[in-house]
């Protein structure tokens, strides 16, 4: 699925198989969840040094932004299987920098077009310059990468009381984490300009080509 080129579907069902079988690709035991799903459309697992690591897949084949409904739903679909998942958004598309900030607060890893660029540039380079990532992504990097070290920990941080000025650290990592997202998209949204130039400068030159030709 994260291959060199980019994969097309024709319905969402498809969409799912193609993750399932990345999936199973990389070591993973992994299923669609099929018909009332509540949220979850592919469970998936994979035991590493005794371990098993578990997470709740929402797959969204878009042709537009995902906005924070797609993380809502396996937020709550992971809470209704109460099965130890870690709840993940799986799209083709981009995701609003609103939706990445919502999902971080939730802990919903997101594996959006961004991720699946760099991806992609892994495995032609094989160099991973990002080490910030998700579960899902970061056992995914260590098999390409065959890095143990990228296994992340599975134990969820203790809750704690926090004090005026952990809140204080709180809400100022959050407005670097929406700058952070806002500069994403402003990247994604500037290439895909580039593209379209490009797009309407070849548009032009048939249309000249074409007037010099029958003119």
């Keep these: 699925m994260f291959s060199a080129t ?25 299923q669609r969840v099929g018909k009332n799903d509540n949220g979850v459309d592919i469970f998936a697992s994979k035991f590493i040094n005794k371990t ?30 109460n099965n130890g998942g870690i709840p993940v958004v799986i799209t083709n598309n981009s995701v609003t920098h609103e939706a990445r900030l919502y ?18 540039q892994v495995i032609k380079t094989k160099t991973l310059i990002n080490r910030n990532q998700g579960k899902l992504l970061s056992i995914m990097y ?10 992340p920990d599975i134990q969820s ?5 926090k004090s005026k000025k952990e809140e204080l650290v709180k809400e100022i990592v959050s407005k670097y984490d929406m700058a952070e997202e806002m500069s994403k998209e ?14 309407a400068l070849r548009l032009q ?11």
Excluded at 103 to 120: P, S, Y
Excluded at 186 to 199: C, G, W
Excluded at 205 to 215: F, S
């Design 52 to 81: 098993e690591y578990k997470f709740n897949i929402q797959c969204k084949y878009y042709n537009t932004p995902l906005g924070k409904a797609p993380i809502q739903q396996v937020f709550t679909g992971t809470s209704y299987y």
């Design 103 to 120: 999902a971080k607060e939730l802990g919903v890893e997101i594996i959006a077009d961004i991720e699946q660029e760099e991806m992609r």
């Design 157 to 161: 941080p203790k809750k704690t009381v």
């Design 142 to 151: 260590a098999k390409i990468m065959n890095d143990p070290g990228l296994i």
């Design 205 to 215: 030159k048939e249309a000249m080509l074409m007037n010099l030709e029958y003119g």
């Design 6 to 30: 980019k994969i097309d579907c024709k319905t969402g069902i498809d969409y799912e198989n193609k993750v399932v079988s990345m999936l199973l690709g990389l070591g993973f035991k992994a």
């Design 186 to 199: 402003a990247a994604r949204l500037s290439l895909e300009a580039a593209n379209k130039t490009q797009e």
